[in-house]
């Protein structure tokens, strides 16, 4: 929780200090409760959220002095009200072998990084995991993804720069069936400035996954930048159907005072969180905990 909080520092600072700004020595009243709401607005947590959370802690409490200590207190319950139904644990089915993850999102918004990170935990675990380097399109990510397996000892499957993507697929699933792997971690290409080529290369993917086992994958999860703030939320949209998205992990809140962008992507598509990333470092990738998470940001 320690290394959650200091990650989350400027999330923290943002919201914290405003909530002292607007109640210190002032009423709770429809003036306040504007500023409160334009606070969380400002936090990325959008406008249908920030209205919901400022009008459920004025509830009962109009007109009368409450402390900036209160206030973040009732923040952060309601904030967790709104995250809890999408804390859910990044869970693996031993039943399932391998057990597919199919990784999507835009360039640069943490994806290997989060492969490797999610690998090293598993690994801890006991499990052995294999990585399919899918963004067949970027020598450097195939690279990247090389010194993770390297780091953690996974096999990489690979192919040549420019290789076709859902045949790697094809061919990680049945390495990975023959070598009795525990989980198979798929990354794809992420470069949104080609969007139709994209959704047309995923849907491949996908399909090929398909054919090769039905139920798989068995878990299709995006990375969010935090940093991109209310970008965040086009993106679900462009991956949610193509991919055929069960979850979301969110990387780089260590480096954002928008924390609240989860609170907006929760209210808006309920998907499951299950990961935060709050660093660069192997083990700063987390288990998203709604209660922990709300009292972080509020201070
Ligand atoms: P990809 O293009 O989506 O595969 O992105 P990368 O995995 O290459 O990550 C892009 C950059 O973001 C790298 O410099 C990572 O070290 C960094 N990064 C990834 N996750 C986090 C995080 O949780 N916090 C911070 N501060 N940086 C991160």
């Not at 057990?99 to 690998?119: A, H």
């Not at 598993?122 to 052995?128: H, Y």
């Not at 859902?166 to 069936?177: C, H, N, Q, S």
């Not at 994958?217 to 991956?239: C, K, R, Y």
């Amino acid at each position: 929780f320690k290394r959650m909080k200091e990650g989350l520092q400027r999330s923290t600072q943002a919201l914290s200090e405003g909530v002292s700004g607007i109640f210190t020595k002032r009423k709770l009243d429809g003036e306040t409760l504007q500023e409160l709401e334009d606070l969380l607005i400002m936090a990325d947590m959008g406008l249908d959220q920030a209205a919901a959370i400022a009008e459920a802690v004025g509830k009962g409490r109009y007109n009368k002095e409450v402390s900036p200590e209160e206030i973040r207190e009732i923040l952060a319950e309601e904030i967790a009200a709104v995250l809890a139904p999408v804390e859910k644990p990044f869970e693996i089915d031993s039943s399932k072998k391998p057990f597919i993850v199919l990784v999507t999102g835009v360039n640069g918004s943490g994806k290997t990084t989060t492969i490797g990170k999610i690998g090293a935990k598993l690994k801890a675990e006991g499990k052995s995991v294999m990585f399919a380097a899918g963004d067949t399109f970027r020598a450097a990510a195939i690279d990247q993804l090389k010194i993770w397996g390297e780091r953690i000892g996974a096999p990489v499957v690979e192919t040549k720069v420019g290789g076709d993507a859902a045949g790697l697929a094809f061919e990680a699933i049945d390495r990975a069936k023959a070598e009795g792997t525990d989980v198979l971690l798929i990354d794809t290409a992420g470069r949104l400035q080609n969007k139709a080529g994209l959704m047309a290369e995923l849907e491949k993917v996908v399909r090929v996954i398909k054919k090769r086992d039905p139920e798989a994958p068995h878990l299709s999860l995006l990375v969010l930048d935090a940093t991109t703030g209310q970008n965040a939320i086009n993106q679900v949209e462009v991956f949610k159907e193509t991919a055929g998205l069960t979850g979301l992990i969110m990387t780089k809140l260590d480096g954002t005072a928008r924390g609240g962008i989860l609170v907006a992507l929760a209210g808006r598509f309920g998907l499951p969180v299950h990961l935060i990333g709050v660093g660069e470092g192997i083990d700063d990738l987390q288990s998203f905990n709604a209660k922990n998470f709300a009292r972080a940001i509020t201070g």
